[in-house]
């Protein structure tokens, strides 16, 4: 691909949710990059119409290399809906259509066809009634990809990184092992350096207890499990602070004079970044061997097709995802 001009790929989401609204709003901007979604073109155009948007699409096998995204175009990898989707109401139906455009848009990028794929929400629960197991994108990508998948959400600012990701709280202490621990802490800075070009990047850690354990008072998973993964790959270089207690380590003067920081569960950090920048925030997944970035909210069905939502996540996940990109082919 050409490291002036990206091709980045979307996929739609849930065909009920806003997804597609979404991909018909940002069709409207201009981007320094190509922009292909892969998605039913129907449900594309039904949903621009009730938007009162003008969008033209083409098929992507018709579309010349190196062409820059045109305002208010768009290309389709097409993929068919199975049955007619209504705007907010799921169908189990559809789900087999929504892990095929994921599917559909993993490949393309694993053979080189786009530079990055950014997806739009999807509805895990009717996703796992149609009876497929599914915890979420990342997930679901790195078991097509490989690697070791890292989950990131950035905003202005701040980046938290998520040692565990979708699992019940009280499964958090045993998957918290020093392998694991050790090998997200790996992935997390080596692409802060090889996606976001920060060549020696300063990390702080956070406990996963109150108080970082309070010295083994409130626990000792500090003590046993994290201490030592940081000192072990403090030895090799890597500037790493912490476990710090979460509850003071979201304060400005810390954030400050950091690049990033890690979370040891999804409720302990995301709640900091979505009040920081909702709607502005992109998720991110880290360790494979493509790019990948999504927005930072949900389906939210009872908005399909009404024209009330905001479609800047999504807007910063495809300039994120531009950046990432080019930094990745230079």
Known sequence: MSKSLPHILLSAGEPAGI??????????????????????????????????LRLGLRLARDVPAGTAHAPGGLDVLPVQCL???????????????????????????????FDALVTAP???????????????????IAQITGGHPVMMLATEGLRVALATTHLPLKEVSAALTPARLSTVIRVLHGDLARRFGIADPRILVCGLNPHAGEGGHLGREEIEVIEP???????????????????????????????????????????????????????????????????????A?????????????LEAAIWAAIGMSQRSAS
């Open 301 to 313: 069905l009872d908005l399909a097709g009404t024209g009330r939502i905001d479609s800047g996540s």
């Open 19 to 52: 997804g597609p609204d979404l991909c018909a709003l940002v069709a409207q901007q201009a981007f320094p990059c190509a922009l292909t979604v892969v998605a039913d073109p129907d449900l594309l155009a039904s949903r621009a119409r009730a938007l009162g």
């Open 83 to 113: 049955a007619a989707p209504v705007c907010g109401q799921v169908d189990a139906a559809n789900a087999a259509y929504v892990l095929e455009t994921l599917s559909a848009g993993v490949r393309a990028c694993l053979d080189g066809r």
């Open 229 to 299: 993964v940081l000192a072990a790959l403090r030895s090799e270089g890597m500037r790493l602070v912490g476990p710090l207690p979460a509850d003071t380590l979201f304060l400005p003067k810390y954030l400050e004079q950091a690049d990033a920081v890690l979370a040891m569960y999804h409720d302990q950090g995301l709640p900091v970044l979505k009040h920081k920048g909702f709607g502005r925030a992109v998720n991110i997944t880290l360790g494979l061997p493509i790019v990948r970035t999504s927005v930072d909210h949900g389906t």
């Open 122 to 140: 999807v509805h895990k629960g009717v996703i796992n009634d149609a009876g497929f197991a599914f915890t979420g994108h990342t997930e679901y």
